[in-house]
């Protein structure tokens, strides 16, 4: 694998790797809950407690469940081709207020932030 070059490149590599990872985590909810199947007309506050909520029952279930775990029954193939063909975290509906120009120069100055921390760490490593 290539080094990352600049500050844009690491973050871009970082962020994609997590964004992986969501994908995955949203393939394996959607396994176990299939309520996350079906496009949700709650307001985005109550899709984000709903989530949550649903996250902190599978680890419950993983903790305290009889052994058989989704991890165990779910072939990982199947998990990663399902939560990558619906966009973003499936079909919870997202009500996005219009952004302003303002916060989208504050979104991005803060991405720049975030990428020049990372790169200033990564570039100190041994």
Not at 27 to 41: A, D, S, T, Y
Request: overall charge positive; aromatic content about 8%.
């Amino acid at each position: 694998m290539n080094r990352p070059r600049d500050a844009k490149e690491l973050f871009n590599l970082r962020h994609s790797s997590l964004r992986n990872s969501i994908e995955r985590i949203f393939g394996v909810l959607k396994k176990r809950f299939p309520i996350l199947k079906k496009q949700l007309e709650y307001d985005y506050d109550t899709q984000v407690q709903l989530v949550n909520a649903l996250c902190c029952l599978h680890n419950f279930i993983r903790k305290e469940g009889d052994g058989k775990d989704i991890f165990d029954m779910v072939d990982d193939k199947e998990v990663e081709e399902e939560s990558y063909q619906s966009e973003g975290i499936g079909h919870i509906s997202m009500k996005h207020k219009d952004v302003t120009e303002k916060e989208r120069c504050k979104a991005k100055s803060m991405r720049d932030r975030i990428a020049e921390e990372m790169w200033n760490q990564y570039i100190k490593r041994p």
